[in-house]
């Protein structure tokens, strides 16, 4: 299996730019596609984007299309979310999950999940 462990949340004013990291240990991590997930106060955990064990294909949802990237570095085991023009809609806790097989879209199929980080946008 694999523990994950994500960094980098925070208090951002709407607009910033932060990254999310989500370091990875136990079985190797290349094996794994990767995604990053968010859970806003009263509502249910979305998909946020995913991106393939080589990192060749990347998915996002519609609202953070051309505003957030993710991308990997199967070195160092670790998953990155690069969010920018970040908005008060955003806030959420961020959570990054592993899974092996097909279905890197469907939140269900996620094995390991991290323990999640906190993103407050402010306006």
């Known amino acids: 299996q694999v523990q994950l462990v994500e960094s980098g949340g925070g208090l951002v004013q709407a607009g910033g730019s932060p990254r999310l990291s989500c370091a990875a240990s136990?079985?190797?991590?290349?094996?794994?596609?990767m995604g990053w997930f968010r859970q806003a106060p009263g509502k249910e955990r979305e998909f946020v984007a995913a991106?393939?064990?080589?990192?060749?294909?990347?998915y996002y949802a519609d609202s953070v299309k051309g505003r957030f990237t993710i991308s990997r570095d199967n070195a160092k085991n670790t998953l990155y979310l690069q969010m920018n023009n970040l908005k008060p809609e955003d806030t959420a806790v961020y959570y990054c999950?592993?899974?092996?097989?097909?279905?890197?879209?469907?939140?269900?199929?996620?094995?390991?999940w991290g323990q999640g980080t906190q993103v407050t946008v402010s306006s």
């Open positions: 999950a592993a899974k092996t097989g097909l279905g890197i879209l469907d939140t269900a199929l996620y094995l390991y």
């Open positions: 136990g079985r190797t991590f290349s094996t794994y596609n």
């Open positions: 991106i393939t064990r080589s990192g060749g294909s990347t």
